[in-house]
């Protein structure tokens, strides 16, 4: 899976962009805010029809212009896509994948897996349960087909409960939608706990190579007391949730946690330390989904450099390269990337939103 040709109108300061990509390394390189955020922004948003950075998209349009378009050429093996799309500054977007309407977001999200390494990125080890959650539904996404809809269905079904809540006076007026939610929330909970006891091997292998002096740990918690049947629990809080105004328990919190000898990750590990375990886990993520579904992940790699010694950024590169995927890796100077050698790279030079091959 590589993203060969990207054509962008109108996005930030990307005016008009051209490029060709190698299926390998592509550096990124020019000086602060010159727009290299900016094109792995615009590769992020092409897979996903939403951005990493802003929650709205009208930031996103250049200034003073009405829209901005993205047009992607895809390729895995012999296969080839072509992805359009188009938001403007009133009304949806518009999103076309060899010629046709795309129903859904989810499709072209199943078309181009993606992993995002940003400093802001951190957040999976020091921001909420719902960075985490949501890097295990991710995998979940690229492994199930049913998992989206089983997912969405969750989702409904407890916005559904938290407003009845509101409205019941007592829990035999609720019950009733609560099994299709318990059926639901199992399913979900069963599929997650699955999916981090099979990550657990190459997550542990990973952190191994990159964090050899700690020895790193994982739990999954499905969101209640392991023990106690989910429909039981859910009468027991009836009168904690309806005072509450929403469900207390339940896949909605469910966490996936990591230790570093026996400690939480984010009160013990230095920065360049939490980066390389974020590093790690997105990398164990890619490589499964490699293994087990032969799809390759494209890697967006900002601020490379920041925080992580020259040994360690050798060993990312060699890792990136010996899987196969497509990589993308911001820069400030040429220099910061000499320990990435790979055979296969193209450098592009970015200046005030200008960007060409060096
Ligand atoms: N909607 C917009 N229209 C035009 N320009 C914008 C818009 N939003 C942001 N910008 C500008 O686009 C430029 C590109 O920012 P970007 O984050 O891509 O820079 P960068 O090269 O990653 O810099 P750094 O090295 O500091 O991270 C910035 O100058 C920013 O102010
Ligand atoms: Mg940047």
Known sequence: MAISRLIIEHFRNLTAVDLEFD?????L???NGSGKTSLLEALFYLAHGRSFKSAVANR???????????????????HHWSVGLQKPRQGNTQIKINGEDAAKLSELAQLLPMQVITPEGLTLLNGGPSYRRAFLDWGLFHHHNTFYSAWSN?????????SALQQV????????WDVELVKTAYQVSQWRAAYAEALRPDIEQTCKLFLPELEISLGFYQGWDKQTDYADLLQQNFERDRALGYTFSGPQKADFRFKANGLPVEDVLSRGQLK???CSLRLAQGEHLMQQKNRHCIFLIDDFASELDQYKRALLAERLQQNGSQVFVTAITQDQL???QPENHRTFSVENGNIRLL
């Open 23 to 27: 299926h390998g390394f592509n550096f």
């Open 29 to 31: 390189v020019g000086n």
């Open 60 to 78: 996103i349009i250049s200034y003073d212009k009405p829209h901005f378009t993205l047009h992607g050429k895809i390729q895995e093996q012999q």
């Open 154 to 162: 969750l989702n409904r079904l407890l916005k559904q409960r938290n």
């Open 169 to 176: 006076r007592s829990y035999a007026e609720l019950k009733i």
């Open 276 to 278: 390389l375990l974020m």
């Open 338 to 340: 000499k320990q990435m």
